[in-house]
Nanobody, 115 residues
């Protein structure tokens, strides 16, 4: 059974930083691409960043240069380092993996950027 557990969200001031973590279980983590998505109130869920099994990363234009996705296959964990946060980054952030065409999601972690 695939399980994803996010952590690391919270309240941060504009310009601040947070690091999100997503711990996976029930899968051979190293062979799958992983993604971070976010959903703000009243908006659709959007892809923030993704990383392939080989470590190649891609980012939404809105976060390029500010966010960094990484993975530790030994710990079965994917990270999202978020710097220079602004209020538009406020959302629930979700970890995602697609296994055999089926999407699995974590429970989400709230990130609030506010002064």
């Amino acid at each position: 059974q695939v399980q994803l557990v996010e952590s690391g969200g919270g309240l941060v001031q504009p310009g601040g930083s947070l690091r999100l973590s997503c711990a996976a279980s029930g899968i051979i983590f190293s062979i799958y691409a992983m993604g971070w998505y976010r959903q703000a109130p009243g908006k659709q869920r959007e892809l923030v960043a993704a990383i392939t099994s080989g470590g190649w990363a891609n980012y939404a234009d809105s976060v390029k240069g500010r966010f960094t996705i990484s993975r530790d296959n030994a710990k079965k964990t994917v990270y999202l380092q978020m710097n220079s946060l602004n209020p538009e980054d406020t959302a629930v952030y979700y970890c995602n993996i697609k296994v055999d065409l089926v999407d699995f999601w974590g429970q989400g972690t709230q990130v609030t950027v506010s002064s």
